[in-house]
C-alpha cells in the first residue's frame, strides 16, 4: 500500500483569518487555563464515517474533572456531545459498526471526579465502580453492561460484536468484606495483592465467564481475528517498581486450558497486537541484559512460538500505538522525534520507516478504519490544543474546534533553539517568548524543568497547570523549557546520558542554555527563576544548593535526599537503573546526586508544593527541603495539597498552585506582590 505523507493540507487550519484583531487580545489568565478543554484519543469507526473521542474539562465550581464522549462526521459536520455521563471514557465501536463500548462509573455518590472509592487494601470501596457501558451507536440510552465488584481497568470487542473481553480485581472473599467492614485491616505489605483477571462477556446474555485466574496483574486484552484466543499484558505484582516485568500471555477465549508465555524474556514485552490473519502478533520489547532503562523496540513473531524479529531495529524511537494495515500489510505507529510527535508506517515484513506526518506539532490518538483506508488521530501545537483530525491519507481535514475563545488570547511566540552542553553535547528545547516581544530588550526568564527524568517538552498547547507558558508570556516573561540529557525524543544514547550523572550534565545544560539566552541579548541574567514538578523538582532543589544566579525557585513532588528517597517512594528498580546498584551499595553516588548534602549553599527563595498523598516522591522529600532551608535561613515556604498524589488532580488544586507559584516569582524577582486577577471572560 503506497501512502503518502499527511503534508500541508493539515496546516492550513494555523492560517484561517482572525476574527479578534491583534490589539484586541487579552492576556492569557489562570483560570483561562483551566477553561482549556481537552481532547482525548480517537476512534474512527469501522466503515471511516465517524470519529468517536473523549473532551476533558474541569468544573471549577463542583471542583471535579468531567470525561465526555463525543462523535463527529468525517466527510464535515458539527460535533456533538455523544454521552450523557460525567466520567465517559476509552469509547470503542464494535467490529461491526452497530455498538459503541465504553467505560464509565456512574452511580447516586462517590468520591470526587467520579473515580471510585480505594479502601486501605488497595480494594474498591462505597461509591461507583467502573463498568462497561453500552450504547448504539445511532444512538438512545447507554445500558450498563458488566457489574464487577471491584471495577472494570480494560476491555476488548470480541471480532464477530457478540462479546467482551474485560479486565477486573479479584473480588473481595466473604472473609476478607467482614474485616473490612469491622476494620479489622491491617495491611502486610508486600502480600495479599489484589491481582485482576480476566474474563468475558455475553452482550446478549449479559453472562460473565471468569477465563484467566492468575495470580498477575492483567491488562491490554487483545482478541485474535478468529475469536479463539486473546492476548494480553501481565505484572507479577500490582507495585509500581514492578511495572517493567510486564510479559504477554495467550489464553483461549472458552476458558480452557492454561494461559502461555508467547516468549521468555528477561526485559519487558508489551502492547500484542494480532494480524488481520491471525498469523502474527506484533509487540513491543527490550532484552533484559539492557535493565530497566532503554527503549522498547518493535517485534513480530508468530503466536505459535518462533524467535521474534525485530522491526526497523535501527529506528532509534519508541513505537507507540502500534496498529497492522487491514491487508496486513504495513504496520503504523506513533513515535516521539526532538520537540515534535508524528505518525510513521513500515512494512511488517520489514523495511525503511517511512514518516507520514510533518510540521511542528504532536500528531496522537491514531485510531484507523479497517473497512476504508482512512485515519483519525489529533494534532496539537504551541498555539492551538489537541482537535481531531481524520485523513483519507491525501489530505487530512480538521474536524473539530472545542477551544474557539483562545482566539480573543495573546499567545506567546514559541520556537525552538539549540545550544551546546559544557562537554560539546547539542542541546535542544523550546522557548516561549512575551507577548509583544521587542528584539534587543532583555526579559525577566522562567526555567521550566520537565519531569521523568525522561519527560520531554513537546510542541504541544501549554495549557495546564504543569506549563502554562502563556500566561507567563502575557504578563512580560520569557519561558525556557529545556531538554535536557535523558530527554527521550532525541534516541537511545541520549536518553541514557544520564545514568550516574543525576545533577551533573543535565543540570550543566540547563546552566549553558540560560548563559546563551543571556549571551543572546534575550534574558535579563538579573530576573531569572527556575521551576520544576518531579524530576523537575528534583533539579530544582539540585540548583538552588549549586548556583545563586537565580533570585526564586519552586521545587514541586521534587526529590531531595536519594538515600532516604529509595526506600520510601515506589521505584526502586528505576533508581538502580540510574545510579547503578542500592545506596547502602554505594553511599557516595547517592550523597553526591542530593540536594541535601549541599543545603548549607543554599540562599535562594524556595517555594515548596507537594501533595500529601504522594507515594512516588513521598512527603518527606519536601519536608527535609523545608526543614534544611528554614535552618539555614534560607527565606522558604512549603504548601501541601491534601489529598493530591503525584500530581494535582482537583481543579482548585490547580489553579491554586499556578496563581501561588507566580506570585511568589513575581514578589522574589521582579520586587512587586501579586495580586488575584479574573478570567479573560470576566469571570
Known amino acids: 500500500m503506497k501512502v503518502p505523507m499527511l503534508a500541508c493540507a493539515c496546516c492550513a487550519w494555523l492560517f484561517l483569518p482572525v476574527q ?3 490589539q484586541d487580545k487579552l492576556p492569557m489568565t489562570f483560570d483561562d ?64 459498526g452497530q455498538w459503541i463500548a465504553f467505560l464509565s462509573a456512574r452511580g447516586d455518590a462517590g468520591p470526587a ?3 471510585p472509592a480505594k479502601t486501605a487494601a488497595g480494594g474498591a470501596g462505597e461509591g461507583p465502580r467502573v463498568q462497561v457501558y453500552l450504547i448504539s451507536a445511532f444512538g438512545g440510552e447507554a445500558e450498563k453492561l458488566t457489574d464487577s465488584k471491584t471495577g472494570v481497568t480494560a476491555f476488548a470487542w470480541s471480532p464477530d460484536s ?10 473481595f472473599t466473604d472473609a476478607e468484606e467482614k474485616r473490612q467492614k469491622d476494620k479489622d485491616d491491617a495491611v502486610v505489605v508486600d502480600t495479599n495483592f489484589r491481582f485482576s483477571h480476566l474474563w468475558v462477556i455475553d452482550i446478549e446474555s449479559k453472562k460473565a465467564r471468569e477465563i484467566v485466574k492468575s495470580d498477575l496483574v492483567i491488562s491490554d486484552p487483545q482478541w485474535s481475528p478468529d475469536g479463539k484466543r486473546l492476548a494480553y499484558t501481565a505484572h507479577p505484582t500490582p507495585r509500581a517498581d514492578d511495572g517493567s516485568l510486564s510479559d504477554i500471555y495467550l489464553a483461549n477465549a472458552d476458558g480452557n486450558g492454561s494461559p502461555r508465555k508467547l516468549l521468555e524474556n528477561e526485559g519487558p514485552d508489551s502492547a500484542p497486537r494480532w494480524s488481520p490473519d491471525g498469523k502474527w502478533i506484533a509487540f513491543n520489547s527490550r532484552e533484559g541484559k539492557k535493565g530497566v532503562l532503554g527503549f522498547q523496540h ?16 535501527d529506528f532509534d524511537a519508541p513505537a507507540q500505538n502500534v496498529m497492522w494495515s487491514h491487508d496486513g500489510a504495513t504496520l503504523y505507529f506513533q513515535a516521539a522525534q526532538r520537540t515534535t510527535q ?25 485510531s484507523l478504519a479497517h473497512r476504508a483506508d482512512k485515519f483519525a488521530f489529533t494534532r496539537s501545537d504551541l498555539l492551538h490544543p ?20 483562545l482566539k480573543k488570547l495573546a499567545l506567546g511566540r514559541g520556537e525552538v533553539i539549540r545550544w551546546k552542553g559544557k562537554d560539546g553535547m547539542e542541546i535542544e528545547g523550546l522557548l516561549i517568548y512575551p507577548v509583544g516581544y521587542k528584539p534587543g530588550e532583555r526579559y525577566p526568564l522562567l526555567a521550566n524543568i520537565h519531569g521523568g527524568p525522561s519527560g520531554v517538552w513537546a510542541q504541544t ?102 538515600f532516604s528517597m529509595y526506600s520510601t517512594n515506589d521505584l526502586q528498580r528505576i533508581l538502580e537503573g540510574y545510579f547503578g546498584t542500592t545506596p547502602w551499595n554505594d553511599l557516595d553516588a547517592y550523597s553526591r546526586a542530593s540536594a541535601m548534602s549541599f543545603i548549607k549553599q543554599a540562599r535562594t527563595p524556595t517555594l515548596i508544593m507537594h501533595g500529601s498523598n504522594d507515594t512516588r516522591v513521598p512527603i518527606g522529600q519536601a519536608q527535609e527541603l523545608y526543614m534544611g532551608l528554614r535552618k539555614n535561613n534560607v527565606p522558604v515556604q512549603m504548601v501541601l495539597f491534601p489529598r493530591e498524589g503525584h500530581g494535582l488532580t482537583e481543579p482548585r488544586h490547580q489553579l491554586d498552585k499556578m496563581k501561588r507559584e507566580y506570585a511568589w516569582f513575581a514578589k522574589h524577582v521582579l520586587g512587586r506582590e501579586e495580586t488575584a486577577e479574573k478570567s479573560s471572560s470576566g469571570k
Open 33 to 96: 487555563v483551566i477553561g482549556v478543554k481537552q481532547v482525548g484519543a480517537t476512534k474512527i469507526s469501522p466503515d471511516g464515517n465517524h470519529v468517536l473521542y473523549t473532551l476533558s474539562y474541569a468544573d471549577l465550581k463542583a471542583n471535579e474533572n468531567h470525561s465526555e464522549i463525543w462523535i463527529v462526521p468525517t466527510g464535515g459536520g458539527k460535533p456533538r456531545r455523544f454521552t450523557s455521563g460525567k466520567n465517559d471514557r476509552a469509547p470503542d465501536w464494535s467490529p461491526d
Open 298 to 313: 518493535l517485534h513480530v513473531m508468530s503466536p505459535e512460538g518462533g524467535k521474534p524479529r525485530a522491526i526497523a531495529p
Open 162 to 171: 457478540r462479546q467482551i473481553a474485560f479486565v477486573a480485581q479479584r473480588p
Open 342 to 366: 508524528q505518525i510513521f508506517s513500515v512494512p511488517a515484513a520489514g523495511g525503511a520507516v517511512t514518516q507520514l506526518t510533518a510540521g511542528d506539532a504532536a500528531y496522537a490518538g491514531l
Open 113 to 115: 471526579g467520579g473515580a
Open 386 to 405: 489537541a482537535e481531531v483530525f481524520a485523513s483519507s491519507f491525501e489530505e487530512p481535514a480538521k474536524l473539530t474546534d472545542h477551544n474557539p475563545q
Open 20 to 22: 479578534v484583531r491583534a
Open 461 to 562: 498547547f501549554p495549557g495546564n497547570w504543569v506549563n502554562y507558558a502563556h500566561v507567563w508570556a502575557g504578563k512580560g516573561w520569557l519561558v525556557f523549557l529545556p531538554n535536557v540529557r535523558g530527554s527521550s525524543s532525541y534516541g537511545e544514547k541520549f536518553l541514557l546520558a544520564n545514568i550516574r550523572d543525576w545533577g551533573g550534565g543535565d543540570y550543566q545544560d540547563i546552566q549553558s542554555g540560560l548563559d546563551e539566552l543571556v549571551k543572546r541579548g534575550i534574558a535579563d541574567p538579573d530576573k531569572l527563576g527556575q521551576s520544576g514538578w518531579s524530576y523537575g523538582g528534583y533539579m530544582t532543589a539540585w540548583t538552588l544548593t549549586q548556583t545563586n544566579r537565580f533570585k526564586a525557585v519552586m521545587v514541586g513532588a521534587g526529590l531531595t535526599n536519594m
